[in-house]
């Protein structure tokens, strides 16, 4: 499996903080190319102070961005809308204002990842979950 993770957020929703690759979409979208090819689909990043799970569909596949920016400062609120800027083929698959955190569980070719709000008693609940056999079956010894 790989995973890739950075600070900042490939693809950003109104309302989130300016920058990232975002604003080079050409330099941001050659880095996705790179990344599906070598078998990654999955990417996580913070910068951001939410959960976010954005779906982007690009060369026949789903490319998911987990923005887990849920640690510790006060949680931001996007704009209205909710949509990733100038990216007609992202869309936010699940969304939350939270403190929380990401468990990820890899079963062989498969990886599941929960994301768990933590409630103001302590506890925590899923508000979000993804499953995908993601691993390129060549890769997997």
């Given at each position: ?8 957020p490939?693809?950003?929703?109104e ?10 979409p050409?330099r ?18 913070g ?13 026949g596949?789903q ?13 931001a609120?996007p ?17 939350s204002?939270?403190?929380g ?10 990886v599941?990842?929960?994301?768990k709000?933590?409630?103001?008693d302590?506890?925590?609940v899923i ?15």
């Open positions: 499996h790989i995973f890739v993770q950075t600070h900042e490939l693809f950003s929703l309302g989130a903080h300016h920058g990232c690759l975002q604003v080079k050409e941001r979208d050659k880095l996705v190319d790179s990344l599906i090819k070598a078998g990654s689909l999955i990417f996580f990043c910068h951001d102070h939410w959960y976010d799970h954005c779906v982007v569909q690009t060369n596949v490319f998911h961005q987990f923005t887990i920016g849920t640690g510790g400062a006060p949680p609120t704009a209205p809308g909710m949509k990733c800027r100038d990216i007609n083929s992202a869309k936010s698959a699940a969304h204002k939270c403190y955190y990401a468990v990820v569980e890899i079963a062989g070719k498969s599941n990842i929960k994301m709000k933590l409630n103001n302590g506890t925590t508000i979000d979950e993804f499953s995908h056999g993601v691993c390129k079956p060549g890769l997997l010894q």
